[in-house]
């Protein structure tokens, strides 16, 4: 029954989440964020509910003269921020349900997940008992109603045998004091709504609490919209327990019980929230029983950092990788987007439930799957792109000036020196952000080996009209010091059998030559081909040196490009570097490339690489951004 039940769940959320993706986008689905909106709704609930806290007097006689003070006599605010407050109540409670019934449908309540469902089960009841006390403090006629049958059916326990029902045989029952108490609690109940809510996602990793800003800005307005044409105002006039309340429009979204009072035995309405709660209590130990791994502890290795990571139970690939502090490329964490798409090439995953367009079969037929879905079966290997560093802050360097060397008209090879010599570890392929004076970043890749970390070697292009650049070829001198962030970046050998084809635009060599030259030094005797591609052939400022590689090590190939010279006596290849591979390489479907240039470059050649057979995992990119933005992966 439950499995059925989860079944039809799950097909209804993830039509409608279709549906909502195409209206909205994968990133701005409000389905993909209802925990957070509720957050979000709780805060508006909190700031509209202090505001109307200072003008409301707590006094049995004051509290409806006060409230409609509010309500007509400053409705550019307190009218507003009233109807707010009621609207924001309502939709926390919609959210609040539809991110619970999502996570029963997809069967997000078992194994460690035990925890983030019991505390969501009791931030509901907080939730209800906090809104229904609100309901008291109008005084006005719905409020009568509301405390009169809220102190009758909690009278029927026994722990109270009508204690609270005594306050209520005469209009002047209620003192200022009883009242003054229901007041408080509606600031108290709030607080411990809070601190649930802490808990509810302490488990949660990298639990997100506050929406989008479209989505934000998006439910302040239409709360706000929804208050000016539809006002929330008091029912019945004042209330007075001298006479009995026959009718009143009640909230559905905190009163759905209400109607019960008078239709059934209160013992059985009691019986009825007993067991629900109870039920719900129970759900993650319930049958359908939580598959675990017969193998107890799984283990998964993440590359390209060989992070080597345990798996709980039922946990997604994403969420074993954010738990245990590395950096990894996520969105919608609901497997619409693609952004958290992995390799995996060892071991068996459970893809999970995700949006068609976000995998497709053909992806799953090369070992791809979503992180943010998948679960593990097996041990695994995976691959990520886009980063899986340990989450660290990052760490600021002071560097001096060692030894600068101009080795064509427009290219400086600066090298740069730690303190007291001390080596930077790094791995090659990565980069630095060289910072100015007013905090800006310019990035440069390390152009040595790992095995030579000091002094560190930058290729430094001049760009016209470049800030940094033009500093270094006009200003800068040997002593002068340097502060940097890093090592940055993920473009790096990956570890495999397949041959590999370089391809390198102007000063993309840099990260290629590190690369290439830790190779060396590793004793890798994969084939390897570097193109190397430049305008003109002054600027192939290393040319000797890649001859010199080709020369000592057979399995190095080295083959340079000119895209603008038409010097007579330069024999070699002409065009784009790209299409010079291509040519030589019509079928790519068992290599590796590696595309290190500008962004032009990058985006040029990577669709003419897929084009023949190339597969996407097995394309890495390093594309130089313009030096106002900071380098990224392409």
Same mark, same amino acid.
């Given at each position: 029954?439950?499995?059925?039940?989860?079944?039809?769940?799950?097909?209804?959320?993830?039509?409608?989440?279709?549906?909502?993706?195409?209206?909205?986008?994968?990133?701005?689905?409000?389905?993909?964020?209802?925990?957070?909106?509720?957050?979000?709704?709780?805060?508006?609930?909190?700031?509209?509910?202090?505001?109307?806290?200072?003008?409301?007097?707590?006094?049995?006689?004051?509290?409806?003269?006060?409230?409609?003070?509010?309500?007509?006599?400053?409705?550019?605010?307190?009218?507003?921020?009233?109807?707010?407050?009621?609207?924001?109540?309502?939709?926390?409670?919609?959210?609040?349900?539809?991110?619970?019934?999502?996570?029963?449908?997809?069967?997000?309540?078992?194994?460690?997940?035990?925890?983030?469902?019991?505390?969501?089960?009791?931030?509901?009841?907080?939730?209800?008992?906090?809104?229904?006390?609100?309901?008291?403090?109008?005084?006005?006629?719905?409020?009568?109603?509301?405390?009169?049958?809220?102190?009758?059916?909690?009278?029927?326990?026994?722990?109270?045998?009508?204690?609270?029902?005594?306050?209520?045989?005469?209009?002047?029952?209620?003192?200022?004091?009883?009242?003054?108490?229901?007041?408080?609690?509606?600031?108290?109940?709030?607080?411990?709504?809070?601190?649930?809510?802490?808990?509810?996602?302490?488990?949660? #990793?990298?639990?997100?609490?506050? *929406?989008?800003?479209?989505?934000?800005?998006? %439910? @302040?307005?239409?709360? /706000? +919209? =929804?208050? &000016?044409?539809?006002?929330?105002?008091?029912?019945?006039?004042?209330?007075?327990?001298?006479?009995?309340?026959?009718?009143?429009?009640?909230?559905?979204?905190?009163?759905?019980?209400? #109607?019960?009072?008078?239709?059934? *035995?209160?013992?059985?309405?009691?019986?009825? %929230? @007993?067991?629900?709660? /109870? +039920? =719900?209590? &129970?759900?993650?130990?319930?049958?359908?029983?939580?598959?675990?791994?017969?193998?107890?502890?799984?283990?998964?290795?993440?590359?390209?950092?060989?992070?080597?990571?345990?798996?709980?139970?039922?946990?997604?690939?994403?969420?074993?990788?954010?738990?245990?502090?590395?950096?990894?490329?996520?969105?919608?964490?609901?497997?619409?987007?693609?952004?958290?798409?992995?390799?995996?090439?060892?071991?068996?995953?459970?893809?999970?439930?995700?949006?068609?367009?976000?995998?497709?079969?053909?992806?799953?037929?090369?070992?791809?799957?979503?992180?943010?879905?998948?679960?593990?079966?097996?041990?695994?290997?995976?691959?990520?792109?886009?980063?899986?560093?340990?989450?660290?802050?990052?760490?600021?360097?002071?560097?001096?000036?060692?030894?600068?060397?101009?080795?064509?008209?427009?290219?400086?090879?600066?090298?740069?020196?730690?303190?007291?010599?001390?080596?930077?570890?790094?791995?090659?392929?990565?980069?630095?952000?060289?910072?100015?004076?007013?905090?800006?970043?310019?990035?440069?890749?390390?152009?040595?080996?790992?095995?030579?970390?000091?002094?560190?070697?930058?290729?430094?292009?001049?760009?016209?009209?470049?800030?940094?650049?033009?500093?270094?070829?006009?200003?800068?001198?040997?002593?002068?010091?340097?502060?940097?962030?890093?090592?940055?970046?993920?473009?790096?050998?990956?570890?495999?059998?397949?041959?590999?084809?370089?391809?390198?635009?102007?000063?993309?060599?840099?990260?290629?030559?590190?690369?290439?030259?830790?190779?060396?030094?590793?004793?890798?005797?994969?084939?390897?081909?570097?193109?190397?591609?430049?305008?003109?052939?002054?600027?192939?400022?290393?040319?000797?040196?890649?001859?010199?590689?080709?020369?000592?090590?057979?399995?190095?190939?080295?083959?340079?490009?000119?895209?603008?010279?038409?010097?007579?006596?330069?024999?070699?290849?002409?065009?784009?570097?790209?299409?010079?591979?291509?040519?030589?390489?019509?079928?790519?479907?068992?290599?590796?490339?590696?595309?290190?240039?500008?962004?032009?470059?990058?985006?040029?050649?990577?669709?003419?690489?897929?084009?023949?057979?190339?597969?996407?995992?097995?394309?890495?990119?390093?594309?130089?951004?313009?030096?106002?933005?900071?380098?990224?992966?392409?």
């Amino acid at each position: 029954m439950i499995s059925r039940l989860q079944a039809l769940l799950r097909w209804c959320f993830m039509h409608v989440e279709a549906l909502f993706n195409r209206a909205f986008g994968d990133r701005m689905n409000p389905l993909y964020h209802l925990g957070s909106i509720t957050f979000f709704l709780f805060w508006i609930v909190c700031a509209t509910g202090l505001y109307l806290y200072a003008f409301f007097d707590t006094g049995v006689a004051e509290a409806y003269a006060s409230v409609e003070a509010l309500t007509h006599g400053q409705w550019f605010a307190g009218g507003i921020l009233r109807s707010v407050h009621r609207y924001a109540s309502d939709a926390l409670v919609l959210t609040m349900l539809l991110h619970m019934l999502r996570h029963f449908g997809f069967d997000r309540l078992r194994g460690f997940r035990w925890f983030s469902w019991v505390s969501g089960v009791a931030l509901i009841w907080g939730v209800y008992v906090s809104g229904i006390n609100g309901y008291m403090l109008p005084w006005d006629k719905l409020a009568q109603y509301v405390i009169t049958a809220s102190f009758e059916w909690i009278d029927w326990l026994p722990t109270f045998g009508g204690a609270l029902m005594r306050n209520l045989i005469y209009p002047a029952s209620i003192s200022d004091r009883f009242f003054s108490l229901l007041a408080f609690m509606h600031i108290g109940i709030p607080l411990v709504v809070l601190l649930l809510m802490f808990i509810h996602v302490q488990r949660v #990793p990298k639990a997100s609490t506050n *929406p989008p800003r479209p989505i934000m800005l998006s %439910v @302040g307005v239409t709360l /706000l +919209l =929804l208050s &000016l044409v539809h006002p929330v105002l008091s029912q019945g006039g004042a209330a007075d327990l001298g006479v009995a309340v026959t009718r009143v429009d009640l909230d559905w979204f905190y009163l759905l019980l209400f #109607p019960l009072f008078d239709l059934w *035995p209160f013992g059985r309405v009691w019986t009825l %929230v @007993g067991a629900s709660t /109870l +039920l =719900l209590l &129970l759900l993650p130990w319930l049958p359908p029983k939580f598959k675990r791994s017969r193998q107890g502890e799984l283990h998964m290795t993440v590359q390209p950092a060989a992070e080597a990571l345990s798996l709980r139970s039922g946990e997604t690939l994403l969420e074993a990788g954010l738990r245990q502090g590395l950096t990894l490329p996520y969105e919608c964490r609901n497997g619409a987007c693609g952004v958290c798409l992995c390799t995996v090439h060892r071991g068996r995953v459970d893809h999970g439930n995700y949006q068609p367009s976000a995998l497709s079969e053909a992806q799953r037929a090369r070992g791809q799957a979503l992180m943010c879905c998948a679960t593990a079966l097996s041990d695994l290997d995976i691959e990520v792109e886009g980063g899986t560093a340990r989450a660290a802050p990052l760490r600021e360097h002071v560097a001096r000036v060692q030894r600068m060397q101009r080795l064509a008209p427009e290219l400086m090879v600066v090298e740069l020196s730690l303190p007291d010599g001390a080596p930077l570890h790094f791995k090659a392929g990565q980069y630095i952000n060289i910072v100015l004076d007013d905090g800006q970043r310019r990035a440069f890749s390390f152009a040595n080996p790992p095995k030579r970390p000091s002094p560190i070697e930058l290729h430094v292009r001049l760009i016209p009209g470049g800030r940094f650049t033009g500093h270094v070829f006009n200003e800068m001198k040997v002593g002068d010091t340097l502060r940097f962030e890093g090592p940055l970046g993920d473009f790096t050998l990956r570890d495999s059998q397949h041959p590999i084809l370089f391809v390198a635009g102007a000063t993309g060599f840099a990260p290629i030559k590190s690369i290439v030259e830790d190779a060396f030094a590793r004793g890798l005797t994969r084939q390897m081909w570097l193109y190397w591609g430049v305008r003109q052939r002054s600027e192939l400022y290393a040319m000797e040196l890649a001859e010199q590689w080709q020369r000592e090590h057979p399995h190095f190939h080295f083959v340079p490009v000119l895209s603008h010279e038409n010097a007579a006596d330069w024999g070699g290849r002409r065009g784009l570097v790209h299409e010079a591979m291509l040519a030589d390489f019509p079928d790519l479907r068992d290599f590796e490339v590696y595309v290190c240039g500008s962004v032009k470059m990058v985006e040029a050649a990577v669709p003419a690489f897929m084009a023949q057979g190339l597969s996407e995992g097995f394309c890495f990119t390093d594309a130089f951004l313009p030096s106002a933005a900071p380098k990224s992966p392409a």
